[in-house]
Every structure is written in C-alpha cells, then in structure tokens.
C-alpha cells in the first residue's frame, strides 16, 4: 500500500485531482484542516464517493432526507450491506430506496460542495492511500473526476466574487463608524489619562505619578524595561520612583501605552505583538537620530512607538469580521494612519503626537513640526527594511543627515531588535 504525503499550500487541490485521473488511480484522498476532515475516494481515476464530517456535505443527512427514513434505520442498512459485503450504493439501489439517476444527483451535489469547500482552503494536510474499504469498492456509479472539479472550480470562483464584495462593505461599514462619532475606538485607559494630565502639568511631581501607579503588572513592565540593555546602560534600578527619574515621562508614557495596546485584543496577540516590536524599534531608531537633527530624544521616542496607534486598534476592529487575512492587512494597511489619528485626537494626545501618527508616511503634509514628522518617516522606513535602507534618500536630505550619521544607526539594528526581544 502506498501512501503521499504533503501540504495543500505545496500541491493544490485540483493538482492532486489531476494526477489522480490521468494516472487512473484508485484510492482515497484525505484533505485536513484543524480539526475539519474530508475523504473523496477514487477508482481508475473516477470519483466514486465522498465522506465529510462538516454540515451540509454528510452523505447520509441527504439520504435521510431523501428517503425519509430515521438515522437509526439508515445506519441498520448500512451494517446489513457490511455483512453481505455489498458497497452501500448498490445495497441502497437493491433495496429500492433511491433510484440509480437520483443517487448519483445526491452524490455529485455532494462532491462539488466539499469540494468548492476545500479550494477554499489556504493551508491543510493531503495524504493519498492505495486501498478503498469495501463498503464503496466496485460501487455503482462513477463520475468524471475533471468534470466535478471543473464546477467546483466556477462555484468557488463565484464564492470569492461574492467575498471580495463583502469585504469592501466591511470596509465602508469600519470607516463609517469610526469617522461619524469614533464608536469603535476604545476609551482612553485609566491609568494613562492620570499620567498624561500629569505630564501636561509642569508643576508635577515624580512622587504624583508614582501615587497613581498601583498595577503590579504595569509597575513590573517599568522596571524590567527600565533595566533592560537599552535604557539601564548598566545602572540597576529597583524603584517605581527611580525608574520614573530616569526615564522621563514621555518615555513612562510609551511604556503605559504599550502595556495598554498589548492586552487590547486577546484574539490577536500574536498580531499586536509584531506591530509593538516594530513600533518599539521605530522609536528607538528615532530617538537615536534625533539630536542630530535638533530634536528632542525623548518626544522622538515617543511619537516613534506611538505612529502605528492605528494598526493595533484596526488590527482588533477588523479581526471581529469573517474576511480574509489579505482583506484584514489591506484594511488595516490603507487605514491605519487616519485611524490612528482620531483615537490620538480622542486619547488627548498631543498635537505633536497626533501629526506623527497621522503623517508618518507623508511627513510633507504635516505642518506644526515637519522635521519631526520626517524623522518617523524615516526611523519607520529603516525599522522596515534593515541594512537595505530601500527608499530613505529624500527623506535623509530633508533631514540633513549624512549617511555615516545613518549607518551607525543602522549598524546597531540587531542589538536594538534583542532590546526589544527583552523589552516584549
């Protein structure tokens, strides 16, 4: 008996299904996703069932209905063929429960949904095995194998034409909502609304901050980011206190927003977690930068770990909808800089901030701090595309900065990204 072996993303679905017929072998096929499995069984290249555990594609729920006879008896007839080792097909046909045209309708039906199901399919296990149980070996009726894949292959094509169309509705449906009263953006976190009202006080002090800090969660992050390779610089902080000196406060507020952004979408940690290391890099490549072109580290950091505010948020919002993973990155890649900028605008951010955020792929538009704007343009595109620097000419020029001033940035990446290994 043999048996092959491999992944649908490796060897399609109608592949498989060819070489199957023209080779005119006989056997079955089993498809698997999760927890979701199908088995299409052949003989000399023909289709001659199908099994499937998902609704709408049970062979027996069809002759349930179709011959009106309960489960219970279904499945009496079905120990009887076994004993007289007679294929399930032909004992149906034998005992007149169906007749031969009506029997082989139900089962191309059946064929073509499992198999419009399974085209569907962008990962999954095939193994194909040389043997056939005997309950449909030699059974009565064989259907071209090209011609139900054909079908499925329209069907499906059909399917993703009504997909594509949804997908734009949930579109239109996300940016309306958040345009006309921001409904779906979250509110502003507690604890960062303390903390903001208190950088945006000059009279306050360290000690008030602390004051309003009691997550032990939170205060564990400050100190382990706090004494992390990238910011302790060997010193050993071991105090809420001492950390919050030491940092700053805008940098405090990177940290707030990250524990806050990380544990806004369970269902998507994974996802979150990618754009925060991203975000955290762009921050510290921005901050590095920033004296050289007369700008403040610690805003720079700021507005670096704060630009992809709208990723995390659109990254929640577009995951509560049934679409593809390449409709939810498009989503979230064509909006996220304008949504970003209305939760900014909601949160109370600054100014400075919310124009970060919103331009950081077009700093040319930006007006209260062009050069700021640039430099996250530019610490983005450098956090994208590593060594390769692909596109940061004009914004170098802009900036004035040479490309040595560049390079030793660039040259510390991959300490940077353990940094933020540690950080995350």
């Given at each position: ?21 023209n ?15 199908k ?5 000399n290249?023909e289709m001659?069932?199908?099994w499937s ?28 063929s ?10 149906l ?47 009565p ?6 011609r ?7 069907q499906f ?20 909502q ?8 979250p ?17 306050a002090?360290v ?12 205060i ?17 902080i071991?105090?809420?206190h001492?950390?919050?000196?030491y940092?700053?406060f ?9 524990h ?5 979408s369970?269902?998507n ?25 007369g ?17 995390t948020i659109l990254?929640?919002?577009?995951g ?12 979230i ?19 400075e ?12 538009k ?10 996250i ?15 940061i ?5 802009a ?15 991959d ?10």
């Amino acid at each position: 008996m043999r048996n092959i072996r491999g992944q649908l993303g490796v060897m399609s679905l109608p592949d498989l299904i060819q070489w199957i017929e023209n080779s005119k072998r006989s056997g079955t096929l089993v498809l698997s996703q999760h927890a979701s499995h199908k088995k299409f069984y052949f003989q000399n290249g023909e289709m001659i069932f199908v099994w499937s555990d998902k609704e709408g594609e049970r062979f027996w729920s069809y002759i349930e209905n179709e011959t009106r006879q309960s489960a219970i008896g279904l499945k009496e007839k079905f120990k009887d063929s076994e004993k007289l080792d007679i294929p399930i097909l032909s004992y149906l046909l034998n005992e007149r429960l169906v007749n031969k045209d009506r029997l082989e309708f139900i089962l191309t039906v059946i064929l073509k949904t499992a198999l419009t199901d399974a085209l569907a399919w962008e990962t999954g296990i095939f193994e194909f095995v040389d043997s056939l149980p005997a309950e449909v070996i030699n059974g009565p009726i064989k259907i071209n194998s090209s011609r139900i894949l054909m079908d499925s292959i329209l069907q499906f094509d059909e399917t993703d034409q009504i997909s594509r169309v949804s997908t734009n509705h949930v579109l239109n449906e996300i940016m309306d909502q958040i345009r006309n009263g921001i409904t779906l953006l979250p509110p502003l976190p507690d604890i960062m609304k303390r903390i903001l009202e208190k950088i945006n006080d000059k009279n306050a002090t360290v000690a008030e901050v602390v004051e309003n800090i009691t997550d032990q969660l939170l205060i564990a992050k400050i100190l382990k980011i706090c004494n992390s390779p990238y910011f302790s610089r060997g010193i050993k902080i071991n105090s809420l206190h001492k950390a919050i000196t030491y940092l700053g406060f805008k940098s405090l507020l990177s940290i707030v927003t990250i524990h806050s952004i990380s544990s806004f979408s369970p269902k998507n940690v994974d996802d979150i977690r990618k754009i925060l290391h991203h975000s955290l890099i762009c921050g510290m490549i921005a901050k590095e930068l920033a004296e050289s072109v007369g700008e403040s580290r610690d805003t720079a950091f700021l507005c670096g770990v704060l630009h992809d505010l709208g990723k995390t948020i659109l990254t929640d919002i577009a995951g509560a909808y049934n679409i593809t993973a390449e409709a939810k990155r498009a989503i979230i890649r064509e909006n996220h800089t304008e949504t970003g900028y209305l939760l900014a605008k909601e949160w109370g951010f600054s100014d400075e901030i919310q124009e970060a955020v919103h331009w950081h792929h077009n700093p040319e538009k930006a007006d209260i701090n062009v050069q700021l704007v640039t430099l996250i343009h530019l610490a983005d595109m450098i956090a994208h595309s590593g060594r390769a620097m692909d596109g940061i000419g004009p914004a170098c020029s802009a900036l004035g900065l040479s490309q040595d001033e560049v390079m030793s940035v660039v040259n510390h990446l991959d300490r940077l990204t353990r940094d933020v290994a540690n950080i995350l």
